[in-house]
């Protein structure tokens, strides 16, 4: 018995007619007589009294009026179940990074994910602020970002559930051509906008610790850190990037560390979620990356 047939005979009930019944279900009055006889061919017996004007249900098919109704709301329910699971199983894994982790560790994750039986995963990039209005507002499952250690989570700690994957180091580079610049009284740098997390790390924890007879000049100013990388290494000023960011380049000498004479933060790693609402296949993620992401 399909669900639509359950659905004309309450139209019919619904309506008193064929006529009125085939305009309920959006059909012409000939293609829903069709149906009206495929159904009862199906079933083996007559549902509709055609010796009335206009033609009715039989009065035992009436009699059958609040089982029809049950059985077609449990059917619409049970059809609404399966496409939500559907949808959810199709539905890309989406996460989100801060720009320099985009770069460094999204990766490995992507990786580890479509090992596990991941088809499609959706990867986001942003800055801090970008990535928790993503999580917030349930457009990625989860966000990886910096954190400077014992900083807490912007929200109520209760909203978020945070795991530290790793750690990284923000340290001060350069182009090999200007290392002497190092050790000037005013150093050309390349600078974070001040409303950015890199910039409210370098203004909170680094600018207080810079030697007092040393004053920075500005020479560009970005919030990308993949943008300050190419402005490091084309000789532009001395820039404060994640290690894991550069670490190539030093060994490669394209950039060369002048924590000798600057400071450096340390920086954790973390994973972010929402707590609320999560699901079991959620979850399983959540616990499989824990195991596996280590940087």
């Known amino acids: 018995m399909r669900l639509e ?4 005979i309450l139209a019919v009930l619904d309506c008193g007619s064929l006529a009125r019944a085939a305009e309920k279900r959006s059909l012409t009055q000939s293609a829903f007589t069709r149906r009206v006889r495929l159904i009862e061919d199906n079933i083996g017996t007559e549902l509709f009294d055609r010796r009335r004007k206009p033609v009715s249900l039989m009065p035992g098919v009436q009699e059958l009026e609040i089982e029809l109704r049950e059985l077609s ?3 619409h329910k049970l059809r609404h179940s399966l496409k939500t699971a559907s ?3 199709s539905k890309p ?5 801060q720009h320099a982790l985009t770069a460094t560790i999204s990766p490995e994750i992507v990786r580890i994910l479509t090992d596990s039986g991941e088809t499609s995963v959706r990867v986001r990039s942003g800055n801090q602020d970008e990535c928790l209005l993503h999580l917030i507002s349930k457009e990625v499952d989860f966000a990886i970002m910096y954190a400077v250690p014992d900083d807490r989570m912007p929200e109520p700690g209760n909203a978020f559930e945070t795991k530290e994957i790793g750690a990284d180091t923000l340290i001060p580079v350069c182009a090999p051509t200007l290392w002497a610049k190092a050790n000037d009284a005013t150093i050309p740098t390349i600078s974070y906008p001040p409303e950015v997390f890199l910039g409210q790390v370098f203004s909170r924890t680094i600018a207080p610790r810079l030697p007092k007879n040393k004053t920075l000049m500005p020479r560009a100013e970005t919030a990308l850190t993949l943008a300050m990388l190419q ?5 532009i000023g001395i820039a404060w990037l994640p290690l894991s960011l550069v670490a190539t380049h030093l060994t490669e000498d394209k950039l060369v560390c002048v924590d000798d004479v600057l400071p450096t933060q340390s920086m954790s790693i973390r994973m972010v979620r929402l707590a609320e609402a999560i699901s ?3 979850d399983q ?3 499989h990356l824990n195991q596996h992401l280590s940087f």
């Not at 047939?5 to 004309?8: A, E, G, Q, S």
């Not at 894994?93 to 990074?97: E, I, P, Q």
């Not at 402005?231 to 000789?235: G, I, L, P, Q, R």
């Open 5 to 8: 047939w359950i659905d004309d």
């Open 280 to 282: 079991e296949q959620d």
């Open 73 to 75: 709301t449990r059917l």
């Open 93 to 97: 894994l989406s996460f989100v990074c």
């Open 87 to 89: 949808d959810q199983a």
């Open 231 to 235: 402005y490091a290494v084309n000789e």
């Open 285 to 287: 993620i959540w616990q």
